[in-house]
C-alpha cells in the first residue's frame, strides 16, 4: 500500500509481533486481559482502591495495569482480577500453524 510517497506496510495485529518480540503473543495476550480490566474499572467508575477493597487484588496491583506495568503479572493472575471484577470472562485459546521462518523461541509456547 503506498500513499504521500511512503510505504505503508500492513501489521499483524500484534505489535510485539510486528517489533520481533520472542515473547509477543504472551504480551499480547496480557495486553488484551489490561485492557478489558481498565474497560471494567472506567465502567464502573472505580478507583484502584475502590477495586482492591471489592476484589481482595491489591490497589498497587491495579495501578499497575492501568499504568501498562505488566512484567509482574502472570496471565492467569490478569484473568482472575478481570474475573473478580466482571464475572462474565471468558478466554479462547487459537493455535494455528507458524508462519514460514517462524521459530519457537523459549517463553512463546
Known sequence: MKGNGKEWVEGSGNVF???GDPQADLKQAKAVLAARIIAALDERELTVRKAASMTGFAAADFSRIRN????????????????????????????????AGEVATPGSR
Request: glycine share 12%.
Open 68 to 99: 501498562a506495568d505488566l512484567g509482574r503479572f502472570r496471565l492467569d493472575r490478569l484473568m482472575k482480577i478481570l474475573g473478580a471484577l466482571d464475572g462474565r470472562i471468558r478466554v479462547s485459546v487459537h493455535v494455528g500453524p507458524r508462519s
Open 17 to 19: 509481533r510486528d517489533l
